[in-house]
């Protein structure tokens, strides 16, 4: 068991090292190599002679006569022209579609005002409905509350003449002798 623990970490600590080393050893590898670069360039520099120099005192391309300044002048004054038009071109393109974006956007909100009205006036039709609707609910309970005020007063006035709950023409037997034919 020791043994399998042991050879375990092992192991582990190899793997760990060559994980360490496949990460850091490229980078390693090309730092030494820059620098062993740099030595035997330094080395190789100083051993090397100057090279002498023989260029000539005329530049190696000439401008000819018609494009001299003048003509570069003309040349810059229309390019000023033309960037000028085309800027003014560019304003007016922009102008114009903020005049679009600002007309649909006042259709837009008109639209929005029409559909509010047309809300609001439901939400009114509605209110009034339910207004009319509990006056009418009110009246309602009112003349039911007054109705059963009067049915029970006539079940009062019934009691007093020997009315009860639940009895019926065949049980109620009459006061006097008399027979009905």
Not at 167 to 179: C, L, Y
Request: proline content about 5%; glycine content about 4%.
């Amino acid at each position: 068991m020791a043994r399998h623990a042991a050879a375990l970490k092992i192991g582990l600590a190899l793997l760990g090292l060559s994980m360490a080393g496949y990460i850091l050893g490229p980078p390693l590898y090309w730092h030494l190599t820059e620098a062993l670069a740099a030595v035997s360039q330094s080395s190789a520099a100083s051993s090397c002679p100057s090279c002498p120099c023989n260029c000539p005192p005329y530049p190696a391309i000439t401008i000819p006569k018609e494009l001299s300044n003048a003509s570069f002048a003309e040349v810059n004054e229309d390019t000023e022209k033309n960037y000028a038009e085309l800027l003014t071109e560019e304003l007016k393109m922009r102008e114009a579609e903020s005049l679009e974006k600002h007309k649909r956007a006042d259709m837009g909100l008109l639209e929005a005002k029409k559909v509010t009205s047309s809300y609001q006036k439901d939400a009114d039709k509605c209110n009034s409905g339910m207004e009319t609707c509990e006056e009418a609910r009110e009246k309602a309970e009112l003349a039911l509350s007054e109705q059963k005020n009067l049915t029970s007063k006539w079940e009062e006035r019934a009691r007093q003449k020997g009315w009860r709950e639940g009895a019926t023409k065949a049980n109620v037997k009459p006061k006097s002798n008399v027979q009905v034919a």
